[in-house]
């Protein structure tokens, strides 16, 4: 099975600090992925990345970076945390798929809280 | 663009009763897939089933089966013998285009079974 794995289930940090979110996964899969979950709107896509060191912006990536300097890990950062970051953030995983039915696998998700 | 929409944000069922939840999806692409996840309270997102716009069958998996209707662009969900164990989130979601690995989600429906 796939296993995708959050560094924390729960964090709560400061306005203004620099957060860290880590997401590995044990599959060898190329995609990586991170979105934010906010009641009534769903999944969002912060950032995906397709490989190493290979990023691209997906629909909300203001105030969020990302690093994927080994195939497993990805990292969310969120530079200088403000209030309206705090969230249920998702990492997902899903391996490179041009026949278009492999799933994405999900991390248990990070309930985040800036105050 | 490609767009998912779920227009029921609760559902009731009693248990032991059948559930359909209601997924519509625009697209102009000619091959796609549409996926359903489920998240309970816990938050973890859990792969339900898969189905490619040229499956000739609609899906099954388990108590799980997809009413894809191609030309109306849906594809409900339709639990059986709903269980207690089944209240949770579900969302609908398909790949942004077919020469991409990116979901785009559904904003959910909350489904709730009582006893």
């Known amino acids: 099975d796939v296993k995708v794995t959050q560094s924390s289930r729960y964090l709560v940090k400061r306005t203004g600090e620099k957060v860290f979110l880590e997401c590995v996964q044990d599959m060898d899969h190329e995609n990586m992925f991170w979105y934010r979950q906010d009641p009534g709107l769903g999944l969002r896509l912060i950032y995906f990345s397709y490989d190493v060191k290979m990023k691209e912006k997906g629909d909300i990536p203001e105030g969020y970076s990302v690093s994927r300097e080994k195939k497993e890990r990805f990292s969310l950062i969120l530079e200088s945390a403000s209030t309206n970051q705090t969230s249920m953030y998702l990492c997902?995983?899903?391996?490179?798929?041009?026949?278009?039915?492999?799933?994405?696998?999900f991390g248990d998700g990070t309930r985040l809280s800036i105050l | 663009a490609q767009k998912i929409t779920q227009t029921q944000p609760g559902m009731f069922v009693q248990e032991k009763e059948a559930v359909t939840l209601d997924c519509t999806y625009d697209t102009s692409d000619q091959s796609y897939g549409l996926f359903w996840y489920k998240q309970p309270s816990s938050g973890e997102m859990i792969f339900l089933i898969y189905q490619g716009s040229y499956d000739e069958q609609n899906a099954t998996e388990g108590r799980y089966s997809l009413n894809f209707q191609k030309a109306r662009k849906s594809a409900n969900l339709v639990i059986s013998a709903s269980q207690l164990g089944d209240s949770a989130m579900y969302f609908c979601a398909m790949r942004e285009s077919y020469n991409t690995d990116k979901l785009i989600f559904g904003t959910g429906t909350r489904l709730q079974v009582f006893p």
């Open positions: 997902a995983s899903s391996p490179r798929d041009p026949s278009l039915d492999q799933p994405q696998h």
